[in-house]
Nanobody
């Protein structure tokens, strides 16, 4: 069973930065994709960024140039460096890991709250 745990959220002011972490543990089959999604109050969950084992990255237009996704050398943890945060980035951020056995739904973490407010 794969466990996914996010951390690093918090309260910051506009223009500040945060780094989120997502660590996987358990018996981990081949990882196909690791991604961050977020859900703001009253809105649907939306894609933020993803990275494949070969390092290919994808970003939502709303975060391009401000957020950077990267993984560790073992390719079993993923991070999201968020710079120049604004109020629209306020959301619960979720990590999703798609493996060889997870299906397209993948494994989700419990989420970490990011609040951007002055």
């Amino acid at each position: 069973q794969v466990q996914v745990v996010e951390s690093g959220g918090g309260l910051v002011q506009p223009g500040e930065s945060l780094r989120l972490s997502c660590v996987t543990s358990g018996i981990i089959p081949t990882i196909y994709n690791m991604a961050w999604h977020r859900q703001a109050p009253g809105k649907q969950r939306e894609f933020v960024a993803a990275i494949t084992p070969n390092g290919t990255t994808h970003y939502a237009d709303s975060v391009k140039g401000r957020f950077t996704i990267f993984s560790n050398s073992a390719k079993n943890s993923v991070y999201l460096q968020m710079n120049n945060l604004n109020a629209k980035d306020t959301a619960v951020y979720y990590c999703n890991v798609i493996t060889a056995t997870s299906g397209q739904e993948g494994h989700w973490g419990q989420g970490t709250q990011v609040t951007v407010s002055s």
